[in-house]
C-alpha cells in the first residue's frame, strides 16, 4: 500500500494524550530544546534561577514557548516542539523526577499516576484513536436520543 506521507504524518497525531515528536516538531522546537540542553552545565542553572525570563530572552524562542516554559505548562511545551526527554533538565533544575513531573501532563496526582504505572500503565481502551473516540461518542450519542 502507498500511502502518502503526509496521510501517515497526520495518523500520528491521532494519538490520544501523545504527541509524537516528528521532524516538523524538531525544527519547531530547536531552541526551546537547545535551551533545556543547556541546564546541564550548572552556571547556565545557576543563571536560570536567578532569572528565568532573563535567561529564556538570550534563546530566540517564540513568546508563547517561552511562557508555556515558565507556566511549567509541560503539555503546551511538547505542543510547541519540545521533547520530554530534553524538558527533563528542567524538571531536574526544579527538583522534580521524570515521573513527578510527567504525572502534571496528566489528570491525575503524582501517587495515582505513580499507582497507574505500577499497575501496568494506562489501558489502551479508549486510548488508541482521538477520531474513532469521537465517532463512538457520536453513536452513544445517537442511540441514547441525545
Known sequence: MNQDIHEYLAELEDIPGTRVFTARRARQGYHLNQFAMSLMKPENRERWKADERAYLDEWPMSEE????????????????????????????????????????????????????????G????????????RAAAGAADQQGGY
Open 122 to 133: 494506562r489501558s489502551a481502551e479508549g486510548n488508541r484513536s482521538i477520531k474513532a473516540n
Open 65 to 120: 514557548q517561552k511562557q508555556a516554559v515558565l507556566a511549567r505548562d509541560y503539555n503546551r511545551c511538547l505542543d510547541l516542539g519540545g521533547n520530554v526527554y530534553f524538558l527533563a533538565k528542567v524538571f531536574s533544575t526544579d527538583g522534580l523526577s521524570f515521573a513527578e513531573a510527567v504525572s502534571t501532563m496528566t489528570d491525575m496526582t503524582f501517587p495515582e499516576y505513580r499507582e497507574m504505572m505500577l499497575n501496568g
